[in-house]
Nanobody, 123 residues
Framework: QVQAVESGGGLVQAGGSLRLSCAAS????????MGWFRQAPGKEREFVTS????????YYADSVKGRFTISRDYAKNTVYLQMTSVKPEDTAVYYC????????????????WGQGTQVTVSS
């Protein structure tokens, strides 16, 4: 089992940068693809990016491609989301989770969600 705790959120100006962390506990962390999702007020939770457990293959939503970078540190059991050139529309609560089955971009395929970290981008 994996337990995830996100951190690093905050208030940032448009065009700025922020790095989110997802610290995962559990010895099986390295066996899971990990994903970042976000949820803005009044909207559904949406896929942002994911990274595979074995070869580091990454996927990105079109809305963040070229601006966000996902990475993982097995020694620290941590997944990172580096956010650059942020926009007001990036404002949301960001969650990380472990993918257990199914589609990479669907929330239904993920488990062990963290509590989320708020990112607010001011214009």
């Amino acid at each position: 089992q994996v337990q995830a705790v996100e951190s690093g959120g905050g208030l940032v100006q448009a065009g700025g940068s922020l790095r989110l962390s997802c610290a995962a506990s559990g010895r099986t962390f390295r066996n899971y693809d990990m994903g970042w999702f976000r949820q803005a007020p009044g909207k559904e939770r949406e896929f942002v990016t994911s990274i595979s457990w074995n070869n580091g293959v990454t996927y990105y939503a079109d809305s963040v491609k070229g601006r966000f970078t996902i990475s993982r540190d097995y020694a620290k059991n941590t997944v990172y989301l580096q956010m650059t050139s942020v926009k007001p529309e990036d404002t949301a609560v960001y969650y990380c989770a472990a993918r257990v089955s199914g589609s990479i971009v669907s929330t239904s395929g993920y488990r062990y969600w963290g509590q989320g970290t708020q990112v607010t981008v001011s214009s």
